[in-house]
């Protein structure tokens, strides 16, 4: 088994030669162009962690189908300590980027189809799962980055795939042929796309008999004929080309690094096709898929929380107000809502099961819970983070001001801080706090994974509410309550009875 | 007669009733004539275990798994019952069926 480390990962995109368009250009190439290196960089830091003594023990695992050890982004979890030390793993690599690292998607997507081949096979006798199994142990030998591509355009939201206008708004089977499928449509904002050695694809949504062509999940190559990508734009971009300063976070960039996939009559053989046409499926793989995604987000954004909070203090002790009750209550405040995150997602993974295909799943009800908390409390610890950053995260000057031998003097002095700190360190930590509180970032956290009416709808769904009503008729009396009538020794009717003739006569005393 | 052992797990959020289900089943053996003593005593001696896990995660299985337990058990969990989904009404006529399995092998 191959284990890459990030120079490699790297190397073996020049090996790729997928079809990318931005900025009205085609990229010649992914690996070369400095719009996506950031990306590319912090896709690298999967690689490299698992190779450092000091993070092997969360980045690696070991293989349920060789034995051999893997990076834990192509494994299939075996128990509820794999499912804890992915969220760790998620945790980990949030502080050591600072932005997203993409492959999370992968991995939920490899997990999702496994569980879910499974057990379409036990109901309809199909081989999908050992198809899987065997494309499984290719992305293990070779540590492959597959996107997952769930999203698709989807075009008018309150119609199904098949009867919408235009047939590409839902990936879709054109045609059926004896060695595989042709397929065409769109499949939007997808993360980590163009730096993917592999696509992995799965429906968006429940489909219905009608959708039976809509019902499609496959695994094909990154450059495979036929398939284009448009890399998505992100707040401030730009600024990328402008030095290194401006962007906030050079090194790792803003977001995933997003693009729309357009699949325009691609062929896929018959072995790396994982669903085709069972639609009575569809639910489960998006559930599952969407169950483990939403776990992740507990420990990916607390982990640029834990970069956030710390920029924030630094700020602050280099603006000599770190001791004010206001800032230790602001920061404070962000600890525990970060911390909050962290327990939802800790919580569904010990709360995890073990799937009937083997695979262990987490809590979905709990993944859900974690995910929503999430969309609200990222706005809250970033508010908190511009808060305490001041009006500067939004009117630094440009690093070309500051490398102008005109201005850089009375620019510096701007922003000089405590005694000792120097004012271009200071200016860097502004412009990382700017570029994590007030970019992509945000909303990012709202829509990724799905939006909060998509964990309000599971949530609902998964709840027990009759079993809550259960519980309240119970204490308010409506139903007989078996354990206090043992508590009291006689039928509850009969006791109130008695209670209520001794209030009558003013005897207090109940028993 | 043939004995069941029954575990229940802890009961802190239950998706399905589970005292309900082993009433239902108590039942339904009883109409398909099969007499069974079912005891939750863990020092009588039984044919079969059934753990009667609340939710999926089954944290009587961690125990049970852990000891390779002897004798063999059945294992509801949630809505699930050993390697497969049941839904909640379906679950005691499931488990006759797998309880007359292990009785007969």
Redesign the interface.
Known sequence: MTMMNGKEYIESLRTLHPEVYFFGQKIKSIVDEPMFQPHIHTAAMTYELAHDPEYEQIMTATSHLTGERINRFTHIHQSIDDLVKKVRMMRLLGQKTGTCFQRCVGLDGLNGVYVTTYNTDQKYGTDYHERFKKYLLEVQKNDWMPSGAMTDARGDRSLHPSKQTHPDAYLHIKERLKDGIIVSGIKAHITGAINSHEILTMPTRTMGEEDKDFALSFSIPADTKGVTYIFSRQTNDTRRLDGVLDGGNPKYGIVGGEAIIIFKDVFVPWERVFMAGEYDFTNELVETFAGYHRSNYGGCKVGLADVVIGGSNWIAEAHGINKASHIIDKLTEMIAMAETCWSCTLACSYEGYKTPSGAYHINPLLANVTKLNITRMVYEWMRLAQDIAGGKIITLPSEKDLDNPETMEILTECFVGKEGVPPMDIIKMLRLIENMSVGAGLPEAMHGAGSPAAQKIMIARRSGIDKKMELARTIAGINRDKYFEKIIGKDETAHWDEVKKKIKEKKVQIY | MRSIGLRYCGGC???I?RSKVIENLKEALKENGVEVDFTTDRQSAVDIVLLING????CL?EEYLREAYSPQFISV?GE?VD???IEEELIPGFLIKKIMDLFNT
């Open positions: 959020n239950p998706q009733d939710c999926m995660h089954a299985e969990k699930m390697d497969q989904y």
